[in-house]
Every structure is written in structure tokens, then in C-alpha cells.
């Protein structure tokens, strides 16, 4: 079975901190994905990431970067953390690279963030 | 922005009936999935149906689509307790080659026993 793994289940941390969200699949997918998920507004893609050292702008960019190091680990990190940050933030891995095939995103149980 | 829009936002049935959700999306699409999110999880992956599909069955689930109208909808026949969840459509689209996964804002059900 796939297993997506988030680093952390809860976080705090201050407003102008720089936050380490990380995320790190077991099956070799080429494709990950960050989402934060607020009440209302379903899930938000932020970044996405198709191979090492790639990445992509989701819809919902600003105010953050992604590393991509090893194909394994995707990272989210928050520059300087600001209240509207405080979110679920979803990590999902899929294995192909083509969006015409079958690929199912599999998903960590989320990081719940709060910047106070 | 977002691509998908569930409707209706909340859901409240018995357990033994059916529950239908509904998904509109915006722009073409490769495929469109379905999960579902249990209270403070993540999702899981239910059903996909392809662009060139109508109809797509799994047990109890009956998805169908319409991409003249770029909707979709999900049927649970013969619900149970047990699916009391969120549940997410998801359009996936090609973004310059590469798999773009976007979210519906979700229905919310409850199956009351």
C-alpha cells in the first residue's frame, strides 16, 4: 500500500516564522502535490511538483515555496508565516506523469497549522 | 481558482437510501475522481471516470458524466453509517503535459442510523 507521510499532525508557530511543512511517499511516484483545505473552500492546490527539481504554481501560490531535492520528499515552506497561513495542509503523491492515464492522488493525513 | 463546485453543500439521509452529489467543473478535462475525507483525515480515492466514459460503477457507487454540461454526479445506493464523510470531486487536467489535480468544494453527508 502507498503511504504518504506528513512530518507533523499539529503545528504552531509564529507569525513571521519560517515553517518546514514535509511530506515523503514510499512508492517512487513522479508527481506531488500540496493542497491546504479551509472550510467551505474544499481543497486548494498551491504547488505541484512532476519530477526532482521541478515544480509548478498551483492556484493558490503566494506566500509560499516547494523544494524538491529527492523524488521522494516534497517540501513546503511558508518564507514568513502569517496568520491567513493557518490551515490543513494536505500532502498527495501519483505515480504517472501523464494526466491521460488512470492515477489516483494517495494522500497523507494532513498537517493542521496554526500561526498565532 | 477553483474547478469544481459540489452541490448541495450538506447532506442529511437515512441509513438504507440513496445519496446523490453533484459536481460542475469549468474547463476540459482527462479525467474527473471522486474521495472522500472521514473527519480530520485525508482523502481517499473512490472512483475515476474517464472523459470519454458515461457511466462508471463500484459497488454501491454509480458515477456519471456529462462533458457537454461538465457536470458529474455521485450515487451511494443503499447508504450506511459508515459513509457518513466529505466527499470531493476532483478534475484532472493537463497543465502543460503535467497531471493538474483540482478539488470541488465538497459535500458534506451524514447517514443517520
Known amino acids: 500500500d502507498v503511504k504518504v507521510t506528513q512530518s507533523s499532525r499539529y503545528l504552531v508557530k509564529r507569525t513571521g516564522e519560517k515553517v518546514f511543512l514535509e511530506c515523503v511517499q514510499d512508492?517512487?511516484?513522479?508527481?506531488m502535490f500540496w493542497y491546504r483545505q479551509d472550510p467551505g473552500l474544499g481543497l486548494r492546490l498551491i504547488y505541484f511538483?512532476?519530477?526532482?527539481?521541478?515544480?509548478e504554481k498551483g492556484d493558490i501560490p503566494e506566500g509560499y515555496s516547494v523544494s524538491r531535492e529527492k523524488k521522494e520528499r516534497f517540501s513546503l515552506i511558508l518564507e514568513s508565516a502569517s496568520t491567513n497561513q493557518t490551515s490543513m495542509y494536505l500532502c498527495?503523491?501519483?505515480?504517472?506523469?501523464?494526466?491521460?492515464?488512470?492515477?489516483?492522488?494517495?494522500f497523507g493525513n494532513g498537517t493542521r497549522l496554526t500561526v498565532t | 481558482s477553483q474547478q469544481g463546485e459540489e452541490d448541495p453543500q450538506a447532506l442529511s439521509i437515512q441509513e438504507g437510501e440513496n445519496a446523490t452529489m453533484n459536481c460542475s467543473y469549468k474547463t476540459s478535462i482527462n479525467n474527473l475522481q471522486w474521495y472522500r475525507q472521514n473527519s480530520g483525515r485525508g482523502l481517499v480515492h473512490l472512483i475515476l471516470?474517464?472523459?470519454?466514459?458515461r457511466e462508471k460503477h463500484s459497488g454501491r457507487l454509480r458515477v456519471t458524466l456529462d462533458t457537454s454540461k461538465k457536470s458529474s454526479s455521485l450515487l451511494i445506493t443503499a447508504s450506511r453509517a459508515a459513509d457518513t464523510a466529505s466527499y470531493f470531486c476532483a478534475t484532472d487536467a493537463a497543465s502543460g503535459g503535467y497531471q493538474k489535480v483540482t478539488f470541488g468544494t465538497g459535500t458534506k453527508l451524514q447517514v443517520i442510523p
Open positions: 512508492m517512487d511516484h513522479e508527481n
Open positions: 471516470i474517464r472523459s470519454n466514459e
Open positions: 511538483s512532476y519530477d526532482v527539481k521541478m515544480k
Open positions: 498527495a503523491s501519483s505515480l504517472n506523469k501523464w494526466g491521460k492515464n488512470y492515477s489516483p492522488l494517495h
